[in-house]
């Protein structure tokens, strides 16, 4: 069975770091691509990190760029985002999230990430 499950979120204060991880098993990881999506109450999901299964190529959304990292050990099935600089604005549930081709998706349950003093 196919498994993706988030975690390591929780509260931090503003200016402070977290590493969120994702462990998944029951699917061909290294051939998926792997991003980390955040959401807030009232507002769409939105992308914030993306790594590739084919070249491990990475992308980020503006608002994290140069304070977030993802990264992926395909040895553990484990991708993670190392979260530094964090503020306010960055508090969100997290999700992880596994594509291989238009027909194959799988999500996690999310990961709560508060940052507030």
């Known amino acids: 069975q196919v498994q993706v499950v988030e975690s390591g979120g929780g509260l931090v204060q503003p200016g402070g770091s977290l590493r969120l991880s994702c462990a998944t098993s029951?699917?061909?990881?290294?051939?998926?691509?792997m991003s980390w999506y955040r959401q807030v109450p009232g507002k769409e999901r939105e992308l914030v990190a993306v790594?590739?299964?084919?070249?491990?190529?990475?992308n980020y959304a503006d608002s994290v760029k140069g304070r977030f990292t993802i990264s992926r050990d395909n040895a553990k099935n484990t991708v993670y985002l190392q979260m530094h600089s964090l503020k306010p604005e960055d508090t969100a549930v997290y999700y992880c999230?596994?594509?291989?081709?238009?027909?194959?998706?799988?999500w996690g349950q999310g990961t709560q990430v508060t940052v507030s003093s």
């Open positions: 790594i590739t299964g084919v070249y491990g190529s990475t």
């Open positions: 029951g699917f061909g990881f290294s051939r998926f691509d």
């Open positions: 999230h596994a594509r291989w081709t238009e027909h194959y998706d799988y």
